[in-house]
């Protein structure tokens, strides 16, 4: 028997200060490297589409300098950014894509946006199949999760659903199921915050992070009150609210810092403010895991942790005790997103799924 090709995938991640590269043969990773962008280098740009060459002559350089092989690339992975909303899957990159994403049709400002142009950039160096796998716009919500008090205005997602759905896949893996299969909780718990009910192979409903719904995070202010936010943004500029949101909000208002092991440390010395900060945060994400155990109507295989604050043991210790009760719960520290989009490469590249088309229009867009 003939041993299987391992096919040399590319995967390109562009964060707010940093890009992370990995280069795999198969399943393994075999070079790693994230690239960090100085704040005051990313100052000068006037916004984050300004960036790509910048960060593109960084990359190439960085990949020269290592010797990293780019011979024969079978696919590049660009993680996907705001374009107009999609279903979860594969998607070959195409002109659109690059454009939508480009012009920010999902209404979302972030580093991600970058992620489809550069894979453009670098397949005309390198070649290989231009892949994008579960963008932060990933809309599969059921119509109820889409309502709210207001005519003609809806909930639109803003998640971590790359993570999400990788951590479910490989959860589901690890018992030998289908993430088609299983009803599950996917809490990703760092500097953003999004909860979500997953079912039968789609997200139907999760708090939009980015877009200040949910829990508190270490600079974003989470679900409020919008009355009494009326009152407090009197006075006060669009600018100067639009940062609060996303990024002087939670601890950094809180307690003055993002940090998380500078708030805990100062907890840890005594600092009640720093406490409440970080056990509210905790008490925020209980209350949206059980609600989403309610969209799941209490049917729930596991509860799935991730992100980098989940390795604090005490954090998953409160969280178990609130929740456990729920389902079962499993810690995947950290995050899942180079392997998650190198699979998907690999569901492509052996046949085992069709790359989806964007076709450059939300996948809601109002009801009848």
């Not at 096919?7 to 990995?22: A, C, R």
């Not at 000068?44 to 910048?54: S, T, V």
């Not at 009760?325 to 997103?337: L, Q």
Request: hydrophobic share 40%; net charge negative.
């Amino acid at each position: 028997m003939m041993d299987e090709k391992k096919y040399k995938i590319f995967v390109i991640n562009p964060g707010s200060t940093s890009t992370k590269l990995t280069v795999f043969l198969g399943e393994e990773a075999v070079w790693e490297k994230k690239v960090f962008h100085e704040a005051s280098d990313l100052a000068k740009f006037p916004d984050i589409n300004a960036q790509l060459d910048y960060r593109f002559e960084m990359i190439r350089a960085m990949l020269e300098a290592e010797g990293v092989d780019m011979s024969s690339l079978d696919a590049i992975v660009g993680r996907g950014g705001s374009s107009y909303t999609v279903e979860g899957g594969v998607y070959e990159i195409n002109d659109r894509l690059i454009a939508d994403t480009r012009d920010i049709k999902g209404g979302i400002e972030h580093a991600s946006i970058l992620g489809v142009q550069l894979a453009e950039k670098f397949h005309e160096l390198y070649g290989g199949l231009m892949l994008m796998l579960d963008p932060i716009v990933v809309d599969e919500y059921c119509d109820l999760a889409r309502m709210t008090g207001i005519k003609d205005l809806y909930r639109t997602p803003s998640t971590h659903a790359l993570n999400q759905k990788g951590v479910a896949m490989k959860h589901a893996k690890s018992l030998g199921k289908k993430y088609r299969d299983m009803r599950l909780i996917v809490a990703h718990i760092d500097g953003g915050i999004t909860i979500g009910a997953h079912a039968n192979g789609r997200m139907i409903d999760c708090n939009s992070g980015a877009g200040g719904d949910g829990p508190y995070t270490p600079s974003r202010i989470g679900s409020i009150g919008i009355v009494d936010f009326i009152h407090y943004a009197r006075g006060k500029n669009l600018d100067e609210l639009e940062h609060l949101c996303n990024i002087g909000g939670g601890f950094t208002s809180l307690v003055g810092t993002n940090d998380a092991d500078v708030v805990r440390q100062r907890m840890h010395d005594g600092d009640k403010a720093c406490e409440r900060a970080w056990n509210g945060m905790i008490y925020q994400v209980n209350k949206c895991i059980g609600a989403m155990a309610t969209v799941l109507e209490g049917k729930v295989d596991a509860i799935l942790l991730t992100g980098g604050l989940t390795r604090f043991d005490d954090l998953v210790d409160d969280i178990r005790k609130s929740c456990e009760w729920i389902a079962p719960i499993t810690v995947y520290v950290g995050e899942v997103e180079q392997e998650a989009m190198a699979s998907g490469a690999l569901r492509v590249l052996r046949g085992e799924v069709v790359p989806k088309v964007y076709s450059g229009k939300p996948v809601f867009d109002g009801f009848e």
